[in-house]
């Protein structure tokens, strides 16, 4: 195995336990409100959804004003299941990109590879092969090309909204196209980032689209 392998895997290859799902609808159905943020932690490998960690539970509070003690990927799961599709949520990595997300805080991966995908997640260059390193701008190619075959597999409602976590995913949607309008920025909710800052314009904003998109269907 090879860290484009591991970068690559999409849930069938030989490290489909470390793959977490993206929460999208089937064929046909359309999405109004998609929310991506980075990668998959701990307890999104244990849960095997994504959303489901502290941060997750910090999302779903600031979202519905309500200290459920669900999370967020919990919460659009439900709705899934229930059959209501309108939120979706992936992330620009499917397998965790920190060493720390595994038992071992080792991983698949040996330090070298992990420090390579350290420079991905810490560049602050413009674009995602922006960095010094060829062989992080190949890594950051890659992942690119992974979201993007996945956010051209989305139906999106006329009107909809792609919600864009965090400075990392903000580089990488640059990269993107085929989305149906301009992405909405916020800030990553780990560290209750949204709950701590509640009155940016930008989080407003996805209050009121998360509600409307929730909102019971008649």
């Known amino acids: ?29 359309a999405v109004q409100l998609l929310l991506i943020l980075e990668s998959p932690h701990s307890d999104e490998l244990r849960a095997g959804t994504p959303v489901v960690g ?4 910090s999302a779903l509070e600031y979202l519905i004003g309500d200290e459920t003690g669900g999370s967020l990927g919990e ?3 439900a709705l899934h299941i229930a ?9 620009v990595s499917n397998v965790p990109l920190q060493p720390e997300a595994y038992e071992d805080k080792a991983g698949p991966l040996t330090p070298d ?12 260059a413009w674009r995602v092969d922006g960095t010094l390193t060829p062989e992080a ?22 009107g909809a909204t792609v919600v864009v976590c965090g400075a990392f995913v903000q580089r990488f949607a640059r990269g993107l196209t085929g ?7 916020v800030y990553h909710p780990s560290r209750n980032l949204w709950k701590s800052n509640p009155d940016r314009d930008e989080h407003k904003e996805l209050q009121k689209l998360f509600a409307k998109s929730t909102a019971p269907l008649t």
């Open 1 to 29: 195995m090879t860290i484009d392998d591991y970068v690559s895997e999409d849930g069938s290859g030989p490290l489909k336990d470390a793959h977490v799902r993206d929460l999208l609808p089937p064929a046909g159905a």
């Open 54 to 57: 502290g941060a997750g539970q």
């Open 75 to 77: 919460f659009v799961d």
């Open 83 to 91: 059959g209501d599709y309108r939120v979706a949520i992936m992330n």
């Open 113 to 124: 590879e992990w420090d390579l995908i350290r420079v991905v997640r810490d560049s602050m």
């Open 137 to 158: 701008n190949r890594i950051g190619n890659i992942l690119l090309a992974g979201l993007q075959s996945r956010v051209g597999r989305v139906t999106f409602e006329r």
């Open 179 to 185: 989305l149906p309008g301009k992405p909405l920025k």
